[in-house]
């Protein structure tokens, strides 16, 4: 079959897959009304992400089927329904799940009613699955990552079965659009562009359990956008593991910024985010398009790994420590304002203090707004996982330490530099410690709280950056 034939087949096989389960959501709904009856109240149900905003996307997704479905969404786990979305990338993410297993399982004892679902990265690996078969055998329903597309036919087989249902597949070439999405924030929403990765570096789990990359049609995305913000979003947040190589596998091949030049046309779209951009794929045409455009965020996240060299050859992250600093060094030059943020391991195998001071110079060089900072994590399957020079916990305890204190201590003077100025802020939500003040994020990414009604929720107004507090500012509302 010639590839315009395969892909008009495709699009067929997904229009006729959205079809079949929205008809599987009806059928959900009967057994839920039924429950409905039995209960004597709306059943409801909970979902708990973990990991990263990938997996935030699919939550909205599990969501809105859930609520078409005839749910109430709760954010509590004595719902009738718990479904924990997990994530891998590090084993403390495993950990979490597993201790709070624990809790559902005396919730489900108090409540005949309740059911359990497990899905999310997690649910890819074997190990985990023989081990929730064995120990943990309260839970209803197990799915993974390729088939989150089929959730309300899995829901219909969970009513349906007398034991746990597990359905994990390998990987999918399955793109499924038009499902119902249950957004967490009206005025915002990620929009997946690309799935899976292909770039297997040697710690990570995440090509493992998210399969090989594939991209969004344009069209698709764009006609996504287009009705989300005629339903009021203002701001989107373009989702994939290495945004920089979308497009390379549709058969009209197409770039990142190409899209992202669609996308700015859109008109009553005022934000565009995207995440992650690995440094290997950043091109010159990007960095144009962010510069020429009034849209796109002054944020770019740029994973560094690690600073040493040595050790980014290692990680099979196929830049060096100069190659990334002279990147760094032209965005800035070409796009002044830009906040840069990173995400930084200590502790990957054969790492020595040297290479922990490599990577402490190139922060203190590139100046980030904030960096994440994780300790390496064994990844059972992964390259890295088999290398035999395993850093000991006190040497990464040690490196750790020092790589924070600098993190901490260049972000908070990069971010004082707004101090006294006044941007504009979109309001996402009352703060969470004091319901008096409103939190606000700055297009570079910076969280400003200040005094203000509730009602400017989802707007973007202009906010003074009176006193910077590390991270985020304390703010005035410009009258
Ligand atoms: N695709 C994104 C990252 C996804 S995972 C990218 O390439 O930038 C998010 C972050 O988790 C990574 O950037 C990395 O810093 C961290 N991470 C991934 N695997 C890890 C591991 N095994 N141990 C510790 N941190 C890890
Ligand atoms: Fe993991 Fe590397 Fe892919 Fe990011 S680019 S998801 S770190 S393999
Ligand atoms: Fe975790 Fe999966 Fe995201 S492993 S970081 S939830 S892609």
Same mark, same amino acid.
């Given at each position: 079959? *010639? ?22 959501? +009806? ?25 990263? @905003?990938?997996?935030? %996307? ?30 891998? &990338? ?31 990265? /997690?649910? !890819?690996?074997?190990?985990? #699955?023989?081990?929730?078969? !064995? ?45 119902? &999405? ?39 995305? #764009? ?10 979003? &203002?701001?989107? /947040?373009?989702?994939? @593991? *290495? ?14 910024? +190409? ?8 008109? =009553?779209?005022?934000?565009? %985010? ?13 960095? @144009? ?6 849209? #796109? ?47 930084? #391991? ?6 020595? $203090? ?9 922060? +203190?060089?590139? !100046? ?10 064994? %990844? ?22 020092? &790589? ?14 707004? !101090?006294?100025?006044? /941007? ?20 570079? *990414? ?12 989802? +707007?973007?107004? $202009? ?11 304390? =703010?005035?509302?410009?009258?």
């Amino acid at each position: 079959m *010639n590839e315009l034939k395969q892909s008009i087949t495709d699009k067929l096989n997904s229009h006729e897959e959205t079809q079949r389960q929205l008809a599987y959501i +009806q059928k959900a709904g009967e057994y839920v009304r039924k429950l409905e009856q039995e209960l004597g109240h709306k059943p409801t149900c909970c979902v708990t992400t973990f990991g990263c @905003q990938m997996n935030a %996307r699919d939550s909205e997704k599990l969501s809105g089927i859930l609520e078409r479905a005839g749910y109430e969404l709760i954010e509590d786990e004595d719902a009738d329904f718990v479904i924990y979305n997990t994530c891998t &990338v590090r084993d403390n993410a495993n950990q979490r799940v597993y201790g709070r297993l624990g809790h559902l399982n005396s919730l489900k004892k108090k409540n005949p009613h309740k059911k359990i679902a497990l899905c999310g990265c /997690m649910m !890819q690996e074997p190990s985990v #699955i023989e081990k929730i078969r !064995q120990s943990y055998r309260f839970v209803d329903l197990i799915f993974g990552t390729h088939n989150i597309y089929k959730f309300a036919e899995l829901l219909v087989n969970m009513f349906e079965a007398d034991g746990m249902v597990i359905d994990i597949w390998q990987d999918t070439d399955q793109i499924v659009e038009d499902l119902p &999405v249950e957004r967490k924030y009206p005025f915002k929403s990620g929009i997946n562009i690309m799935f899976g990765c292909n770039n297997f570096c040697s710690y990570c789990i995440v090509p493992y359990v998210r399969g090989r990359e594939r991209s969004r049609s344009p069209r698709d995305i #764009i006609r996504e956008i287009e009705s989300l913000v005629a339903d009021g979003v &203002v701001e989107v /947040m373009l989702l994939g @593991q *290495n945004v920089n190589s979308y497009g390379k596998n549709l058969e009209e091949p197409m770039t990142f910024a +190409q899209l992202l030049r669609e996308i700015e046309k859109i008109q =009553g779209l005022k934000r565009i %985010r995207f995440m992650t951009s690995h440094p290997k794929d950043l091109s010159d045409e990007l960095i @144009q398009v962010m510069k020429e455009s009034t849209k #796109i965020c002054r944020h770019l996240h740029l994973p560094l790994q690690s600073g040493s060299s040595r050790i980014l050859n290692a990680m099979n992250r196929r830049y060096t420590k100069e190659q990334y600093l002279a990147l760094a060094e032209k965005i800035r030059r070409e796009i002044p304002d830009i906040s840069i943020t990173t995400d930084i #391991i200590v502790g990957f195998p054969g790492e020595e $203090p040297a290479d922990v001071d490599e990577t402490i110079d190139v922060i +203190q060089k590139v !100046q980030y707004d904030n960096a994440f900072t994780f300790i390496y994590s064994k %990844r059972t399957g992964t390259p890295a996982a088999a290398m035999e020079n395993q850093v000991p916990e006190e040497v990464v305890k040690e490196g750790f330490d020092r &790589v924070l204190k600098v993190v901490q201590d260049t972000a908070r003077e990069r971010v004082s530099r707004l !101090q006294g100025q006044t /941007m504009e802020a979109l309001v996402e939500e009352v703060n969470e410690q004091d319901a008096s003040l409103l939190t606000g994020r700055l297009s570079n *990414n910076t969280i400003v709280h200040f005094k203000g009604d509730k009602k400017l929720i989802g +707007q973007i107004v $202009p906010v003074y950056l009176k006193e910077c507090h590390g991270f985020y500012y304390l =703010g005035e509302a410009v009258k």
